[in-house]
C-alpha cells in the first residue's frame, strides 16, 4: 500500500472533503485506512458513523454509539 500509518492525508471526496488528518491504521485486505482528525472535537472527526447497540452484559445501557470508520484508500 502506498500509505502507512503515521501519514498526513487529504480526504479528496465524500461527505468529509477537504478534512486534513492522520492514519491510524491501515487495512491491507480491504484497501481501507481509519483516518484521525487533526481537530479537536465530534464534529471534526473523519468518517464518523453511528451505530445502534443493545443492552448486554457489559454495556448495560443500549443506544447510539458514534465511531471513526474506515474510509477507501487511493492514489
Do not use: W, Y
Not at 21 to 46: C, H, M, P, Y
Amino acid at each position: 500500500m502506498h500509505v502507512k500509518k503515521g501519514d498526513k492525508v487529504v480526504v479528496i471526496s465524500g461527505k468529509d472533503k477537504g478534512k486534513i488528518g492522520e492514519i491510524k491504521q491501515v487495512f491491507l485486505k480491504s484497501g481501507k485506512v481509519l483516518v484521525e482528525s487533526a481537530e479537536a472535537g465530534d464534529e471534526s472527526k473523519i468518517n464518523l458513523i453511528t451505530k445502534a447497540t443493545k443492552p448486554s452484559v457489559t454495556n448495560n445501557r443500549g443506544g447510539l454509539v458514534k465511531k471513526e470508520a474506515p474510509i477507501p484508500s487511493c492514489k
